[in-house]
């Protein structure tokens, strides 16, 4: 579990005295997101935030992991699978070399973000570095904790515009104790009206799509509650619901 947090403060101050700029870089696999760097007003150098690794803490019974911001997001669903648990925002990989601070940084969600939140709901605190080079922490490790303005969100889709982050806190959630999707065919006009009905109704949905004329409900919750509603619903129960969804995010 490397932590170079120094190395990279101390890289961050290099290039403020030489007034250079620098380019945060992760695992890479989101770097078609954003305004390209541009290293025409002076040298343009690389802060590699992917070798900053690991989970620094994990607290099950309190639903809260804190990582460094260059830990993959492998290696994060792993360690909350084995108890579990997981992130409720779906995060896309798009890659196996995908981090927690690239997710965090571009504020990237699954097909769950209507019900469970988007990364920003996620946040509870932050470290980072500032363009003084500066470390820097906001937030802390604790469900409620509503002191003082909330910055760690502000991190959320900034793309490091506001800081190099070092360190997150977030929350976890349970697993969902069953999940299955339901599919049928559906003309376009039509979907949108189906969706909407289905959404105001108190059951568990977690995930909906219309795609090649087919709208896919995916169910999770309690066994209980998905099993009644699907038999109430109509539609077919898809094999690989996950695998599915999973090409859905990414």
Not at 58 to 68: C, D, G, I, N, Q
Not at 79 to 91: D, I, R, T
Not at 140 to 161: C, H, I, P
Not at 216 to 225: F, H
Request: glycine letters at 12%.
């Amino acid at each position: 579990m490397p932590d170079i947090s120094q190395q990279l403060q101390e890289q961050v101050l290099q290039a403020r005295s030489g007034k250079e700029k620098l380019s945060i870089v992760g695992g890479g696999t989101k770097a078609f997101m954003g305004r390209a760097p541009s290293s025409d007003a002076g040298a343009l150098n690389v802060l590699n935030v992917g070798e900053h690794t690991g989970i620094v803490a994990y607290h099950p019974v309190e639903l809260v992991m804190t990582v460094r911001a260059g830990t993959p997001l492998s290696d994060i669903e792993a360690a909350l699978a084995e108890q579990g648990q997981a992130l409720h925002f779906e995060p896309p990989h798009f890659g196996a070399e995908s981090t927690i601070g690239g997710t965090f940084a571009c504020n990237l969600s699954g097909p769950g973000r209507p019900w469970a939140g988007s990364v920003r709901d996620q946040v509870l605190g932050i470290r980072l570095l500032n363009g003084k080079g500066e470390h820097l922490r906001f937030g802390g490790e604790v469900m409620k904790n509503v002191a003082g303005y909330d910055v760690s969100r502000l991190q959320a889709g900034a793309l490091g515009t506001l800081g190099v982050m070092t360190e997150i806190s977030l929350k976890v959630m349970p697993g969902p104790a069953a999940s299955l999707t339901l599919v049928q065919d559906m003309a376009m006009d039509e979907v949108l009206h189906y969706m909407n009905s289905r959404a105001a109704e108190p059951k568990p949905i977690t995930a909906a799509c219309w795609v090649d004329g087919k709208v896919y409900l995916r169910l999770s919750g309690a066994k209980s509650a998905v099993e009644a509603t699907a038999e109430k619903w109509s539609g077919d129960v898809m094999e690989k619901g996950e695998a599915f969804w999973r090409s859905v995010q990414d």
